[in-house]
Each structure stands twice: as C-alpha cells, then as structure tokens.
C-alpha cells in the first residue's frame, strides 16, 4: 500500500460528520454545564464538592475525545465545541480561584485561546484534515487543571506558590501558543501554495 493511499484512509478515518447527538458532543455540553456548579461550590467554600465535579469534568474530556476517535464520532460540531468546553472550563476555574491581581494569567490563557482557536478553525477549514495537540498543548493543559486541583484543596495557598504557580502556567501558555502559532500558520501556507498551484 503506498503512502498517498495511507494518508487517504488516515482520512476517511476522520470524515467530518453534521452530526451534533453523538455522545462525545453530549459530554461536551455536559462540561460546559458542569462551569456554573463547579464555580459556585467553590465560592460557597464546598471545596471536596469543587473537587469532585473538576475531577469529573476532566475525566470526560478524555473519554469524549477516545470515543469520538475510536467509534469514528468526529464531528464539525464536536472540534468546536470540545475545546470550548475545556477552555472556558480552566478560564472561569482559574478566574474564581486566582486573585484578581493575577489576572495576567487569565489575559494571556485567553489570547492564546482565541488566536489558537481561529487558526485551528481556519486549517480545519482548509485542508479537511484533524489535528490532534500537540505534547506542549497536553503538558499546559495538564499543568492548569493540577494548578486548580491544588488550589481548590490548598484552602490559603501561600502567596509564593501562587506567584510561582501563576508564572509556569504563564510560560507554558506562551511556549504552548508559540509552537501552535508556528504550526498552523506553516499548514495554512502549504495550504494556500497548494491552492495556487491548483488555479495555474
């Protein structure tokens, strides 16, 4: 089998769908539910309660992400609102979480989101393909929820851990954004050299 047929069945494995009541987009909008509880249990100081439902929130991003893959589930919906779950999810955690003299942190969670986020878009758009994260992306996104884990449990976190932890979380999101600026912007390049040797 050559490589060109590989890649075709690489792809059809990951035929976009226009289905949205698959059960990976169910958990999905369950996490998105899940934002106001988690959210309120811990301003209401039930903070095992917090812990219990970010713990859960967490455990079915994965799950969602192996069935859609495993069952062929993808879908145009799933790859938008899948991240927005678990981005919004850490944005309004560590908002509730962090004092608001660390709001950098959050600035710069969601710029790298949203930049990301349209070039993710843009290069799914394009070229018809999926893109699964990369180790940078995993590493971050690892870090942020072990972050939120520790503050919800740590009651009075000491002021320099926070400092310390909001700095890590900070560059991860910089060194995170960087390679996926790097990455996306190089697909959409080879996208658009590709379409102009199509129309000559």
Same mark, same amino acid.
């Given at each position: 089998m050559s490589e060109k047929e590989q890649q075709q069945i690489r792809h059809d494995q990951y035929t !976009?769908?226009?289905?949205?009541?698959?059960?990976?987009?169910?958990?999905?909008?369950? $996490?998105?539910?899940? =934002?106001?509880?988690?959210?309120?249990?811990?301003?209401?100081?039930e903070y095992w309660?917090?812990?219990?439902?970010?713990?859960?929130s967490g455990a079915t991003d994965v799950i969602d992400g192996w069935?859609? $893959?495993?069952?062929h589930l993808i879908s145009n919906f799933g790859k938008a609102i899948d991240p927005i779950a678990d981005k919004l999810t850490q944005i309004a955690v560590m908002l509730c979480l962090l004092d608001m003299k660390y709001w950098w942190v959050v600035?710069?969670?969601?710029?790298?989101?949203?930049? =990301?986020g349209i070039?993710?878009?843009?290069?799914? $758009?394009?070229?018809?393909?999926?893109?699964?994260?990369?180790?940078?992306?995993?590493?971050?996104?690892?870090?942020?929820y072990l972050s939120m884990f520790i503050l919800i449990l740590w009651k009075e976190p000491a002021p320099l851990f926070v400092l310390i932890d909001s700095i890590v979380i900070a560059a991860l999101v910089v060194l995170s954004f960087v390679?996926?600026?790097?990455?996306?912007?190089?697909?959409?390049?080879?996208?658009?050299?590709? !379409?102009? $040797?199509d129309a000559t």
């Open positions: !976009d769908t226009d289905r949205i009541f698959t059960l990976p987009n169910m958990l999905s909008m369950l $996490r998105l539910l899940m =934002i106001p509880f988690i959210v309120w249990l811990a301003e209401a100081q309660w917090a812990f219990g439902m970010l713990l859960l069935i859609a $893959r495993t069952f600035g710069v969670l969601v710029f790298k989101e949203v930049t =990301i070039l993710t878009l843009t290069a799914i $758009r394009r070229t018809r393909s999926v893109y699964s994260a990369g180790w940078y992306g995993k590493l971050c996104t690892v870090v942020i390679k996926y600026f790097i990455y996306f912007t190089g697909i959409l390049r080879e996208a658009r050299k590709h !379409d102009t $040797r």
